[in-house]
């Protein structure tokens, strides 16, 4: 598998950066360019680096998400070239959704939903289907891609397999601790592919968050919600990302970061329980100008302790008392 790996991030021209490839023993530079023969080659190296762990499939687009976030593992540039890297894939056919539902809920699909649409976004461990309910009801279908709980087993027991390696032959592998970091990233996705897990998340959260002013979750249909499927309200939306349609319908831009900011600080350090995926992608603004939060399978939680630290250090910086974050860290 990891030969595979090589060999597919060396076909896309993102094994190793330029500077360093030009450093390769002879042999090795002849290597690379035999695997880049046929391949269509893109002058920037972030779009090289995102569609190579793309083709490797959904655990492999999972660890560049993590390591976007590890510079200190994989160096700064290469990790803000991370940071593009879409989690977006082919969806799956209708006959393997509706399958899914049926088997994890007991009952086809005719019997919980009088319509169910064609896939509306498709991502590495589930994608979202419309569906509208026998009372009247839209709501939001995600399912779990078939098998992808075992193709996560066995590409984390390879990503566990290297980082042994790196920390039995190197000593800069051992002090960065990649075990721990593989450790970390499969704790990770074991939670995020058990969608009651994220079910839970969201019904905590909403408790925590029901007086906040300009913040919305949708709410859980538990009815229709397992192991592999989650139901929740529809919420008609514009996704963070798409700046200029926002400001097209006239939202206040401004007003729209401080709720982005003051949610986030509220949920961290008033609950100690906080989405911990907030990009673009998993935010959108409501008719109503609310920010509605999507997509809960990756959360934090922070002790009372770590909270009032947190507190601390932003109050710090603030207020532009540097002497009392030095001392709080």
């Not at 996560?152 to 721990?180: H, K, N, Q, T």
């Not at 002013?213 to 592999?228: E, I, K, Q």
């Not at 970061?257 to 673009?280: E, K, N, P, W, Y």
């Given at each position: 598998?990891?030969?595979?790996?090589?060999?597919?991030?060396?076909?896309?021209?993102?094994?190793?950066?330029p500077?360093?490839?030009?450093?390769?023993?002879?042999?090795?530079?002849?290597?690379?360019?035999?695997?880049?023969?046929?391949?269509?080659?893109s002058?920037?190296?972030?779009?090289?680096?995102?569609?190579?762990?793309?083709?490797l499939g959904?655990?492999y687009?999972k660890?560049?998400?993590?390591?976007?976030?590890?510079?200190?593992?994989?160096?700064?540039?290469?990790?803000?070239?991370?940071?593009?890297?879409?989690d977006?894939?082919p969806?799956?056919s209708?006959?393997?959704?509706?399958?899914?539902?049926?088997?994890?809920?007991?009952?086809?699909?005719?019997h919980?939903?009088?319509s169910f649409?064609?896939?509306?976004a498709?991502?590495?461990?589930?994608?979202?289907?419309?569906?509208t309910?026998?009372?009247?009801?839209?709501?939001?279908?995600?399912?779990?891609?078939?098998?992808?709980?075992?193709?996560?087993?066995?590409?984390?027991?390879?990503?566990?397999?290297?980082?042994?390696l790196m920390?039995?032959?190197?000593?800069?592998?051992?002090?960065?601790?990649?075990v721990?970091?593989?450790?970390?990233?499969?704790?990770?996705?074991?939670?995020?592919?058990?969608?009651?897990?994220?079910?839970?998340?969201?019904a905590?959260m909403?408790?925590?968050?029901?007086?906040?002013?300009?913040?919305?979750?949708?709410?859980?249909?538990w009815?229709?919600?397992?192991?592999?499927v989650?139901?929740?309200?529809?919420?008609?939306?514009?996704s963070?990302?798409?700046?200029?349609?926002?400001?097209?319908?006239g939202?206040?831009?401004v007003?729209?970061?401080?709720?982005v900011?003051?949610?986030?600080?509220?949920?961290?350090?008033?609950?100690g329980?906080?989405?911990?995926?907030?990009?673009?992608?998993?935010?959108?603004?409501?008719?109503?100008?609310?920010?509605?939060?999507?997509?809960f399978?990756?959360?934090?939680r922070?002790?009372?302790?770590d909270?009032?630290?947190?507190?601390?250090?932003l109050?710090?910086?603030?207020?532009?008392?540097?002497?009392?974050?030095?001392?709080?860290?």
């Amino acid at each position: 598998r990891l030969m595979r790996a090589g060999f597919t991030l060396a076909r896309h021209g993102a094994l190793l950066p330029p500077d360093q490839t030009a450093q390769l023993p002879w042999l090795a530079r002849k290597f690379l360019a035999l695997a880049q023969i046929g391949s269509h080659d893109s002058p920037d190296q972030s779009n090289r680096i995102s569609s190579a762990l793309s083709a490797l499939g959904p655990s492999y687009i999972k660890l560049g998400q993590f390591l976007a976030t590890r510079p200190d593992v994989i160096g700064a540039k290469r990790a803000f070239e991370l940071k593009v890297l879409q989690d977006k894939l082919p969806p799956f056919s209708m006959t393997e959704a509706r399958a899914s539902v049926q088997e994890d809920l007991g009952k086809p699909v005719e019997h919980f939903f009088s319509s169910f649409s064609e896939p509306v976004a498709a991502a590495s461990v589930a994608q979202v289907h419309k569906a509208t309910t026998h009372d009247g009801r839209t709501v939001a279908v995600k399912i779990l891609r078939p098998g992808v709980e075992k193709r996560f087993a066995a590409d984390i027991d390879s990503f566990g397999f290297a980082a042994r390696l790196m920390e039995g032959f190197s000593a800069e592998g051992r002090r960065l601790r990649p075990v721990a970091a593989v450790a970390m990233l499969e704790q990770s996705m074991k939670l995020e592919l058990d969608l009651r897990m994220e079910a839970s998340a969201i019904a905590e959260m909403a408790e925590n968050a029901r007086d906040d002013p300009g913040f919305r979750l949708p709410a859980v249909d538990w009815a229709t919600t397992s192991r592999r499927v989650l139901t929740t309200e529809w919420i008609d939306g514009i996704s963070l990302a798409d700046v200029e349609a926002i400001r097209a319908r006239g939202i206040d831009l401004v007003a729209l970061g401080d709720t982005v900011i003051q949610s986030f600080l509220r949920h961290a350090i008033r609950d100690g329980f906080f989405h911990a995926d907030m990009h673009q992608g998993n935010l959108m603004v409501d008719g109503a100008g609310h920010l509605v939060a999507l997509d809960f399978g990756i959360m934090g939680r922070l002790a009372p302790k770590d909270r009032l630290f947190l507190a601390e250090i932003l109050h710090g910086f603030i207020t532009r008392n540097y002497k009392r974050v030095a001392q709080v860290h």
